[in-house]
């Protein structure tokens, strides 16, 4: 995050780390449990539920704060070989803290090398990050002009500016396209996006994930992948399947780069709220026709379903379609009629990685939890849960006071 041109130094758009926050606080209500309700745990297979909406976005914000931090630092004079140190080693920083803190195995022994799961939350941050930072490093521009609508082409500007990340992020995606759909999985149908277990008849009771589990058995081994996931609830899978793999890293680039497009979108029109807004609510709508176009509007059937296991395309541009109108809401309310100070989630969004490790390494630990009178209670559960969420934000909101922030 960083300043926008044009206005004072210390100004920073309050919308992006509200959104930001909004995003992180679902997101450990859930991880805490959710009351232990249906709609805020994982989709077992394809369709979504709240559980599935909060890690995108959290993705997306980051890579438009990338085009906010690195656009402030080049105009600031910083080389781009000095900024790209520094994104790799922030990069290097997400992924060992994401392997080796926030780790479901670390209580297993010395670091279970054995059985350590190598791919997570903060790792496909730390790779998403770092392919988008450093897109963004060489096609950004210290300096910005303010775009007008003078010209017939001038409103894709925004984005015939960038058209060489543009067209490397394209042609990752021809890769999750052709790797999806034409990699031949032994013992599986070619393209195959099901379940396995007893989906589909039962008749591909290995095949969970297709392509996707393949590539990670193949480059990570069965061991250091997730062992539990959420398809073995419903459709009694065996086989391991890793929702944050090595395949589904490809489409969480390009949420994240949309991120980026959001943020070119604040740079170029910043002193024109309206072109703001018009822009996000293009961009939602254009995202959304694809998604409908790719599911067929259902949920299981269409050429690509929306599915947050594989992180499949439709599910990408159905969540960045929201990103873009949940961003339009939180921008025109708070940094335009400033009706809303953006509290409290203003306050976890401005010390993320403090928030999300915290929860995760204390989740067992009281105040966060205590053994229930009546575990099997949706009441209790929810009382819990809330209750740990909320000292979260609470906490933030103290460091916040005291002006402590956790960067990396």
Known sequence: MTNLPSRPP????????????????????????????????????????????????????????????????????????????KVLWRSTQLFLIGVFII???????????????????????AWSYLIVAGLDLLVARGHLDILTNDAWWSPALDILLYWPAWLCVLL????????????PVPGC??????????????????????????????????????QTPSSRVIYATQMPYDPEGVLGSINSVLMAFLGLQAGKILLHYRDVPTNVISRFLIWGLFLGAISAVLTECSTDRGFIPVNKNLWSLSYVTTLACFAFVLLVLVYYTIDVKKWWSGAPFYYPGMNSILVYVGHEVFEGYFP?????????????????????????????????????????
């Open 368 to 408: 966060f939890s205590w053994r229930m009178a009546n575990s099997q209670s949706h009441t209790e559960h929810l009382v819990q849960n809330v209750v740990s969420t909320s000292l979260w934000v609470f906490i933030s909101y103290i460091l916040y006071r005291k002006k402590i922030f956790w960067k990396i």
């Open 10 to 85: 210390s100004r920073r758009l309050r919308s992006l780390d509200t959104f930001r926050g909004i995003s992180l606080v679902i997101m450990v209500f859930v991880n805490y449990g959710g009351g232990r309700y249906w709609f805020f745990r994982h989709s077992s297979w394809n369709g979504l539920t709240v559980a599935d909406l909060v890690f995108p976005w959290f993705v997306f914000i980051m890579g438009t704060s990338i085009t906010l931090s690195i656009n402030s630092m080049l105009r600031e004079g910083t080389s781009r070989s000095s900024l790209l140190r």
């Open 172 to 183: 990752l995606e021809i890769v999750w396209l052709c790797l999806t759909f034409l990699l």
């Open 103 to 125: 780790n479901p195995n670390y209580c297993l022994g010395p670091l279970s090398l054995d059985s350590l799961r190598i791919p997570g939350v903060l790792q496909r941050l």
């Open 189 to 226: 149908p070619t393209g195959y996006l099901g379940p396995g277990g007893i989906g589909d008849m039962g008749h591909h009771a290995n095949c969970t994930g297709g392509a996707a589990a393949y590539i990670d058995r193949w480059l990570l081994g069965e061991k250091h992948i997730y």
